[in-house]
C-alpha cells in the first residue's frame, strides 16, 4: 500500500483499479468508469509520462491504446530508471525493499513457475570458441544486441534503489539497457537516453569488464531488455541468494563444470565469483606427502550458467558445458506471457478481462473452473498440447488485436 500510496494520487488510483489488463483505448475506459474521455484523458496521459500504467500509439491509425502496467517488468523498474524529482525515490526504495526482502509475500508470486520472466545469457569469453559459433544467435548477448532495432540506457533499477537505502556496490550505473520496441518506449518516456549500435556493444562489454551477469528478456525474437546483474544489488539473484527460490531466472544452454579435478587448487576465486553461491569447496582425501587441498564442486541445479566463474579459474580447471536438458525460450512476448498464465493458473484472467462487463466476468469464471480440473490441467501443461494451445491464442490474438499486440 506504501508503494501505491507514492506512486499514485487517490483520484489516479481509483482510475487504475478499474482499467481493464488488457491494452483499451481512453473512450472505452471513460466509459467503463463513468467518466468524460476529456476528463479520462489528460490522467492517462499523465500516469503514462510517470510509467506508472502503459500507453502503445498507432502513429499511422492515430489511435492510442492504455493499460495496467504490470509490477515486474513495468512500473517497478520505470520508477527508478532515471533521477526524478516528481517521485519520492528514497521512501519508495524503502518500501520496495520492506516489499521484496523483508515480506516476502510477492517475490515467489512475481518469479514463480517454469516459465521465467528472465533468462541468462553466457558470458560468451567463458565458452570455447568451436562451441559459441555454434550456439543460437538469441542465446548470445552479442547477437541480441547486434540484431536490435534501436537502443537504450537506463540506470539499473536495483543498485539505484540500493543507492537511497546505502547498500549499492561499485558496479556501473548506468548499464542496463532496452532493445527494439522497448529502447524505443524508454526513449518516448525519458526513462533512458537513445544508444546507437556500437555504443550499445560498448555498454556490454563494460558489463563483461566489470564481471556482471547478462539477465535478457525469455523470448527468442523482439527482446525487450537486458540487463547487467550483480549479485548483491539484483533483486533476481538475489532472490536465489537470500530467499532460496529454485531458478527464478531461466538458465543459459551451459553449466559450469570442474572436468579435470587434477588441475584444481582449491583457491576457492570461482566460489568468491560465482553470483548465486552455487560453488562450494570440498575437502579431498588426503594424499601422502603432499598439502591438503581443497576441491571447488558446482552445484548444477543451482548454476544459471553465466560463465564469471570460469573467466575466473587461473588453472584452467573448469569449463563451460552444453546442458542435457533442452532450455524452452518462448518465441516472443505475447507467447510467454499466454504459457506463464497458464502455469500460474491464470490464464482466464488473460483472455477473458472482467473489466469488460458481465459476460467477460462470467465466462472468466467459467474458464477458470475448467482450467483448475486436474485433468485439463495437466493436458495443457504437457509440451505438445501445450505449445498448440498456446499457438493457437497467440495467432488469434495477433489476428484480432492488431497494434495492441
Known sequence: MEVLRILFKPEEAELVARMPLTPTSAGRIAKMTGRRKSEVLPLLQALASRGAIIDI?????????????????????????????????????????????????????????ATTLGRTLVNEEAVAPEVMAETLTWERATEVVADASDWSVSLCYCRHKAEHLGENCDAPMDICMALNGGAAYVVQHELGRRLDKNEALEKLAQARESKLVHIADNVQNNVTWLCSCCGCCCMQLKAINEH???????????????DDPDKCRGCGRCARRCPIQAISQKGRAPVAGKRPRLLSEVDQDVCIGCGLCVLECRHDALHMVEREQVMITPEGTLERILVQALERGKLQHVVFDTAGGVSMTVLNHLAGAVLRMAPVKRALLSDRLRSRFIGFLAGAAKKGGGARV
Open 244 to 258: 532460496g527460490l529454485v531458478n527464478p531466472i531461466r538458465t543459459s544452454p551451459f553449466v559450469a563444470r570442474v
Open 57 to 113: 500509439h498507432d502513429e499511422e491509425r492515430g489511435r492510442s491504446w492504455y493499460c495496467v502496467a504490470p509490477p515486474v517488468v513495468g512500473f517497478f523498474e520505470f520508477s527508478m530508471m532515471r533521477r526524478r524529482s516528481d517521485v519520492d525515490q528514497k521512501a519508495l526504495s524503502v518500501a520496495y525493499h520492506e516489499m521484496w526482502e523483508t515480506g516476502m509475500d510477492a517475490l515467489p508470486t512475481m518469479l514463480e513457475g
